[in-house]
């Protein structure tokens, strides 16, 4: 823990947390934060260039507060997957769906807030910051949640926020929309979906449920199957009264015309940068089996990673072992169990190779 000097007035409960901080190391494999592995073409580089360029003219300006322009795109594109018919009114873009946690955090903390762990790390270290107290609800053995005692925690909680990422990160699984669906019915406050791995999942999104239930709010990133990770680019799907409410948390002109410009284009080429979601999808399958072939457990998954388990060595010592071979995995604090990112056929490869050579040594 750091030793903060006596002089600096750091708020007491912040003095014992720990930053964020996934390893950002160089490897041949980086397989650690849930990118895509794969980069943008060169038209579309070129096309984010010139819109950048055009942008550039005007920075002696402030952005558009409201980013309208990009968010009339993103509802466009939620509607296209979705059947939905929602407006810019029914969309919040932010620097990274981390901010938009943020904000929801910051409006809407009357009350507790509730997850289901394991789930995202980032969840409780914002509701930490912004000043919210926090649950750790249970989830079963195998990871998966329970509804039903889900349900049971919620309603003896009565959290202001009721957490739930799906397919769950770190551990892949999700939520059937009819399960989402039950659970709105019985949740008070917000009930929040963060969907960030929602497109490499077959599920229907829960976007379908706002329309009938408003306090179902949806958060979705351009960092995952987008391939965006770069830009900083996340947004919230929700009914006009909970966006209206991010005007009052927001800071002025909190997304930057250069980041808006390049969202707003990359939507234009939304078919290029999701085409490889299928590809991630059928090689998760395929190293799900490999892992599998090296006598491990996986964790099934919808999501571009996998958790794994079932190695006898300290998962620190195995994830150590894999870096010094020049894969970069992710130890998620999991007792027995390492998560890593679906990458190219190259960085597979690598995976396994490493992996297989590492559970041979002592
Ligand atoms: C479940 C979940 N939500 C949100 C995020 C944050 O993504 P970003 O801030 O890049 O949009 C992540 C990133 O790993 C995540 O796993």
């Known amino acids: 823990m750091n ?27 980086v397989m650690n934060t849930n990118e895509n592995p794969y980069p943008l073409s060169q038209e579309l580089s070129a096309a984010i260039a010139a819109r950048v360029l055009d942008a550039a003219k005007n920075l002696n300006r402030y952005p558009d507060r409201d980013a309208t322009v990009l968010r009339g795109k993103l509802a466009r594109f939620i509607n296209s997957l979705s059947a939905t018919k929602l407006t810019e009114e029914n969309i919040w ?45 249970s989830r079963r053995e195998d990871f998966t949640l329970d509804y039903d005692s889900a349900l049971a925690q919620i309603q003896r909680e009565k959290p202001a926020l009721t957490c739930i990422t799906t397919p769950n990160n770190p551990t892949g699984s999700s939520l059937s929309i009819n399960e989402i669906e039950k659970l709105a019915k019985a949740t008070p406050g917000l009930l929040v979906i963060d969907e960030a791995y929602a497109e490499f999942s077959e599920e229907t999104s829960a976007v379908t449920l706002i329309e009938k239930y408003p306090h179902v709010v949806v958060i979705r990133t351009m960092s995952k199957a987008f391939a965006f990770a770069g830009v900083r680019l996340g ?12 005007y009052l948390v927001r800071l002025p002109y909190h997304l930057s015309a250069l980041t808006q410009a390049a969202g707003e284009v990359a939507l234009d080429y939304q078919e290029e940068l999701l085409a490889n979601v299928a590809r991630l999808r059928a ?26 388990g079932g190695f006898t060595k300290p998962a620190a010592q195995l994830w150590k072992e894999m870096l010094e071979r020049g894969v970069l995995i992710r ?7 390492l998560r890593v ?15 297989s050579a590492c559970l041979g040594e002592k």
Request: proline fraction near 5%; aromatic fraction near 10%; hydrophobic fraction near 45%.
């Open 3 to 29: 030793q903060w000097p006596t002089w600096l007035p750091l708020r007491q409960d912040l003095r014992e947390l720990s930053a964020y901080g996934a390893p950002q190391v160089p490897a041949d494999a």
């Open 93 to 137: 873009a932010a620097n990274g769906s981390n901010e938009i946690i943020q904000s929801l955090f910051m409006a809407f903390s009357s009350g507790s807030a509730l997850g289901f762990t394991p789930s995202y790390s980032m969840h409780p270290l914002i509701a930490k910051v912004t000043g919210v107290s926090w649950i750790n609800g």
């Open 235 to 246: 947004y919230l799907v929700a009914d006009k009264a909970v966006i209206d409410a991010m």
């Open 283 to 308: 090689d998760r399958e395929k190293l799900a089996q490999e892992i599998v072939a090296l006598g491990l457990t996986v964790v099934p998954s919808d999501a571009n990673f996998l958790l794994f």
């Open 331 to 337: 130890d998620v604090g999991l007792l027995g169990y």
């Open 341 to 355: 990112t679906i990458g190219n056929e190259a960085e597979n490869k690598k995976f396994i190779d490493s992996l």
